[in-house]
């Protein structure tokens, strides 16, 4: 093994990056510090393709921390647009960031989005004892007196929990979106405590945030916002199945540098279906709380940009983005 060797990245950042054999591995950008979801993608991802060969050499790691993901988006377009051996971790907070222009101009028709192979389910919870059977109910109460029912969530107002209710009373038929009332907690257990007490008639989350809640009996879920149920909570009926045509989870995915060949967009697509399919990657699923979620290439691209285009249109009815 070669010593380390010293590349300069954005906003005066150093970073080393080992050599392996004659020629650098691929890199992988986790775009926030070690820990956390985007790190998790890289390092996850990243180990499991070498270990089932869908690449020949390890993906070496590099930690670029800023504006919420945006110091990395900048670098990316900026100064590795044409960069085949690299990926970036994105999520849905990727997608939602750029609808509502977060990341000063740059928009996501910058990058390739190329998959995402899991998801943490969007969930509507409900207290146990709460008078609302099913996710009809509490719309319905909704689009009657929006000033009756309040929703809780541990995303900041124009945030991604906040959105998910309010997709699903559009697809209900309710229009002045405005009127929908939204409390942004610290995180999804203050939601769901604000929902247990009462404070609020309904938590709007993440199926990872809700796990203990349910297994003690104090909250119900009464509609994941997945294309399917969840495997060992499939008691919990789809909002699809209920009517209303809403898929909102927190994907686990990568995007690429727009300038790269479509032969390459299509290889990396087909190492991460490649890491979807194998059984190290579905423990994995299993041991963080992940649901199945495999969208890859021209699919999960098409995918990314209708949710980025209703993100946007929702973000300035609510007065969020001009």
Request: glycine content about 12%; overall charge negative.
């Amino acid at each position: 093994m070669k010593a380390p060797i010293l590349k300069k990245v954005a906003a005066g950042v150093v970073l080393s990056l080992s050599m392996v054999g004659s020629s650098f591995a691929a890199e992988c950008i986790a775009p926030a510090n070690p820990g956390g979801g985007w790190d998790f993608t890289c390092r996850t991802i990243g180990k499991i393709m070498y270990d089932i060969k869908a690449v020949d050499q390890p993906i070496q790691v590099t930690n670029m921390a800023g504006a919420g993901g945006g110091l990395a988006y900048n670098h990316v377009v900026a100064e590795r647009n044409t960069d085949a051996d690299l990926i970036i971790a994105a999520s849905s907070a990727t997608s939602t960031r750029l609808a509502q222009d977060a990341y000063a101009g740059m928009t996501a028709d910058q990058v390739r989005f190329v998959g995402a192979i899991g998801a943490d389910p969007g969930v509507i919870v409900v207290a146990k004892d709460s008078k609302f059977k099913d996710l009809k109910d509490l719309l319905e109460a909704v689009k009657a007196d929006p000033s009756k029912v309040t929703f809780a969530g541990g995303s900041a107002v124009g945030g991604f929990d906040h959105l998910k209710p309010l997709m699903l009373l559009q697809r209900a038929g309710f229009t002045d979106i405005r009127k929908v009332k939204y409390i942004g907690v610290d995180g999804g257990a203050d939601a769901i405590t604000q929902t247990v007490g009462g404070f609020t008639q309904a938590m709007t989350g993440d199926m990872s945030e809700i796990v203990g809640f349910l297994k003690a009996g104090e909250v119900r879920a009464i509609a994941v916002l997945s294309e399917e149920r969840i495997p060992g909570f499939d008691d919990i009926p789809t909002a699809k199945e209920q009517g209303y045509d809403v898929v909102a989870v927190n994907w686990r995915g990568m995007y690429i540098p727009k300038g790269v060949s479509d032969d390459t967009f299509n290889l990396w697509a087909d190492r991460l279906k490649k890491v979807a399919e194998s059984d190290e990657w579905k423990e994995s699923m299993k041991a963080n709380g992940l649901a199945p979620f495999t969208k890859v290439g021209a699919d999960f691209q098409g995918y990314v940009d209708g949710v980025v285009a209703e993100i946007h249109a929702l973000s300035k009815d609510i007065g969020v983005i001009k």
